[in-house]
């Protein structure tokens, strides 16, 4: 039987040293992926797992039978006013085909409230993940290029993500604008 756990349930069990050695586990089954998301190791441990403290966010996980130290499945959940979120969705390839995709995606849909959450994936996933698209009639809503990296544009469905990059990338700018403003000034005023 497969269980899908709740790292919350954890966090009053486990003395810190334990809980962060149980939280490393779950992460490292995903650290591949930073070839995708260069900065989803940074993201995982200073914003995802922090949040689980509060109500926003959470992670999902399923131990191996065999093994239960063997992480096998996981999934990084968002809910806030704004989206409902799958932010990581990952089954170990050694445990795929048995229908624990469906379970863990299935819970984590419970969790964030929605059968149809955000979720994002680099287009080379697309033939992994359609089984998934297709069972829950999840829809393509947006292609975003250089998002994460240069080399796989972001294939988005059940929402968008470029507001929220473009709000990001126009806050930067004029961040950017008013640096240069000050030093400008600075240095007119340092010739004069």
């Known amino acids: 039987m497969i269980k899908v756990e709740s790292l919350k349930d954890y966090i009053q069990i486990l003395n810190q040293e334990e809980f962060l050695e149980l939280a ?3 992460y490292m089954i995903t650290d591949f992926i930073c070839e995708d998301y260069p900065k989803h190791k940074e993201w ?3 914003k995802q797992l922090p949040a689980i403290l509060g109500d926003e966010r959470n ?3 399923v131990r191996g039978i065999e093994n239960p130290n063997d992480i096998i499945a996981m999934s990084c959940l968002k809910r806030d006013g704004e989206e409902q979120k ?8 050694k445990v795929r085909g048995v229908g624990l995709g469906t379970t863990i995606v299935e819970e984590s849909m419970k969790w964030l409230g929605t059968t149809k959450p955000l979720i994002t994936l680099a287009d080379y996933k697309l033939e992994m993940f359609t089984p998934i698209i297709k069972k829950y009639g999840w829809k393509h809503t947006e292609t975003v290029e250089g998002l994460y990296n240069d080399r796989a544009k972001e ?3 059940n929402g968008t993500l ?4 473009n709000d990001e990338k126009r806050d930067l700018q004029n961040r950017l604008v008013k640096i240069l403003r000050a030093k400008l000034d600075k240095d007119t005023t340092n010739s004069k």
């Open 24 to 26: 490393t586990r779950i």
């Open 59 to 61: 992670i999902l996980f």
């Open 162 to 165: 470029t507001n929220k990059h």
């Open 86 to 93: 799958i932010c990581t969705l990952y089954v170990s390839d």
């Open 44 to 46: 995982y441990f200073f």
């Open 155 to 157: 294939l988005c469905f």
